[in-house]
């Protein structure tokens, strides 16, 4: 019966989303040295296109850029830059289909060029794919190892992939590469969290909400860290600052469990109610609330019968949305009077 709800790899990854996903800016790159094969005067052509889809690009005319480039490439076949020009357009533009061709193409033309391996993974992670995405950024690594970005997107795809002890020795370098990066503390934070190691999750927590504004899944991500080193009042207090500047369920359900477990039952009650005013159909807050109502009953020797037939209400109406609960039918065949 879940009365209280661990946050889902999905929620603490991301800090996958916070976690940058963005790479060195496309300007810093050095153009691929010239094929031999390619006429003098046709590589020069094609390297000045290049130059001139980049400024396209940065002003934001996609369509003009990707013609310079595509005209660099038929100036020159082999121009890896040209090619990466191509996938950094339609990745900026969500075409991650689109942009992980232009990518490959780079690769075939330059195998250990470090941007066609790390934006090819990059791509994939960002289209889901965390498997091609883990893969890429291991050979983009191996040209680049001390690369920050690389590092650091490389935890976040092991996390999204559901394996944190993986994405921990990623997360910490970058970390050392880049100690004021928020985004590299999140994902150490997270995977640390994921593996059980809370005390570690609570430092790394610590020192990302030192260098940014907190976002919600690192701070819900902290007070998931408290609750599971029983630290109810410190959770109850990032909850509650949490909330002061942006209210969501989880939020309140998560507050809900921690004054449950100090034995707040009124007010563990009252931040159920809001969790369902938003969230109707949250079993972890429908099955908390009827836990805090029977509490409320059976504490007050029973004087009011309507707490009881609250608390079943909300546990009838949880299992009609999950009938898999055994202990809720138990508890319901309990307290469900002849």
Not at 63 to 84: C, G, M, S, V, Y
Not at 180 to 200: F, H, I, K, P, R
Not at 247 to 266: H, N, T, W
Request: hydrophobic residues 40%; charged residues 25%.
């Amino acid at each position: 019966m879940p009365l209280y709800k661990t946050p889902t790899v999905l929620t603490l990854t991301a800090l996958a989303a916070l976690a940058g996903c963005q790479g060195p800016a496309p300007a810093a790159r050095q153009a691929a040295p010239v094929q031999p094969e390619v006429a003098p005067e046709e590589a020069a052509i094609a390297v000045a296109l290049v130059d001139e889809g980049r400024q396209r690009q940065a002003e934001g005319d996609y369509e003009d850029a990707l013609a310079a480039f595509t005209q660099a490439i038929q100036k020159n076949p082999r121009l890896t830059e040209a090619h990466l020009g191509i996938g950094d357009v339609f990745r900026g533009q969500g075409d991650y289909d689109q942009a992980a061709s232009a990518y490959r193409t780079a690769i075939r033309t330059n195998p250990n060029n470090f941007d066609a391996r790390y934006y090819y993974g990059l791509t994939n992670q960002l289209d889901g794919l965390t498997e091609a995405a883990i893969a890429s950024y291991e050979r983009a690594l191996r040209i680049r190892p001390d690369s920050f970005p690389a590092n650091r997107d490389m935890g976040s795809a092991q996390l999204q992939h559901g394996d944190p002890e993986a994405a921990i020795p990623y997360a910490q370098r970058a970390t050392e590469l880049d100690p004021e990066s928020q985004a590299a503390w999140a994902n150490l934070a997270a995977a640390y969290s994921l593996v059980g190691d809370y005390t570690g999750a609570i430092e790394a927590y610590r020192q990302t909400l030192e260098l940014g504004e907190p976002a919600e899944p690192i701070m819900l991500g902290l007070a998931d860290a408290h609750i599971q080193l029983g630290n109810f009042s410190r959770a109850e207090n990032v909850l509650r600052a949490t909330l002061r500047t942006e209210s969501s369920p989880i939020g309140y359900e998560r507050l809900g469990f921690v004054l449950f477990r100090q034995a707040r039952f009124e007010d563990a009650l009252a931040a159920y109610n809001e969790a369902l005013r938003n969230a109707p159909e949250d079993l972890a807050a429908l099955n908390g609330a009827g836990v805090c109502l029977m509490a409320l009953y059976l504490d007050g020797g029973e004087y009011d019968d309507q707490l009881r037939v609250r608390a079943l209400n909300n546990w009838r109406r949880s299992l009609e949305l999950d009938r898999s609960q055994d202990m809720l039918i138990d508890l319901i065949s309990r307290y469900t009077k002849e």
